[in-house]
């Protein structure tokens, strides 16, 4: 099985998870795997013949993620997605994997967060970059210094890192812990009852979008990196990465460069963490 698919899965049985919104879903790799009861896909272009998985509670939108989030408020009055009367519709579970730059990862998650609850599950894909190519926002321009490197593979990871940054210093009601040992490089985001008393690091936006790779490895802990175990087990609890013991070293987070021999991509890169 996908490795975010199961991780997914195991997520939704453990917390009894049932509406899942997936925004960037390319291949259907993920979505087709996840086994939660109503489920909601959004990406510009899909790369396979949706025809067939679509269903009553199967929904597919052929759009960009900020043109449904501006249509969701039309589509929560009508099936499926009209919640039983009184309650207000909200996704369990949101894995946003769309463009991977710092602007839309954040604006995704803001624009989410009228359709979420109190236990709601965020993860975001591609938190860590494999390499400063893979950091580079533009999908192309990676492509093209990658290849004058002579590095084969095309990971591309862009800067979705600053999301969480982001969201270290202006959102304490929210807690997360980003898993780098199994699979892809992913973060996972909660709400917690109580905010984190964390101190801001950045101060403004601004600066957070105009910090570089090497920058994220300087501050590595601010992504409270984790085996991908005691990552999901911080869920529920409230976390400061600053303060928070068994940070994986910044080690964990480098990939080493080896020139001819191909990158993984994806959920089926090598996880991260081999030694320089």
């Known amino acids: ?25 390319a291949k259907g790799e993920t979505f087709l795997e996840v086994a939660m009861p109503h489920k909601t896909a959004v990406d510009p272009v899909f790369a396979f013949n949706v025809a067939p998985h679509r269903g009553p509670t199967t929904q597919f939108f052929p759009q960009p993620s900020d043109d449904f989030f501006a249509a969701l408020p039309r589509l929560i009055s009508r099936p499926p997605y009209a919640a039983p009367s009184g309650e207000r519709f909200c996704f ?44 580079i926002p533009d999908q192309e321009t990676s492509r093209q210094y990658r290849k004058m490197a002579g590095l084969d593979g095309e990971p591309w990871h862009g800067d979705v890192y600053k999301a969480i940054f982001a969201l270290h210093d202006f959102h304490p009601e929210f807690s997360y812990a980003t898993q780098v040992t199994y699979g892809n490089p992913q973060t996972i985001v909660w709400r917690t009852e109580q905010p984190a008393e964390r101190q801001r690091v950045f101060g403004d936006l601004a600066r957070i979008a105009g910090l570089s790779y090497f920058d994220m490895l300087d501050c590595h802990r601010l992504l409270l990196p984790l085996d991908h175990v005691a990552a999901l087990d911080r869920i529920g609890t409230v976390c400061d990465p600053l303060r928070h013991e068994g940070v994986l070293p910044r080690q964990r987070l480098v990939k080493p460069l080896c020139p001819g021999q191909g990158e993984g991509q994806g959920d089926g890169r090598p996880p991260c963490g081999a030694a320089r």
């Open 1 to 25: 099985m996908n490795i975010s698919a199961g991780r997914i899965n195991f997520l939704a049985k453990r917390y009894g998870l049932a509406r899942y919104l997936e925004i960037g879903v």
């Open 92 to 135: 369990d579970l949101v894995f946003i994997d769309g463009l991977h730059t710092f602007a839309q990862a954040y604006r995704d998650f803001l624009h989410s967060l009228p359709y979420s609850h109190a236990k709601t599950i965020w993860i975001f894909d591609d938190t860590v970059p494999c390499d400063p190519w893979s950091a």
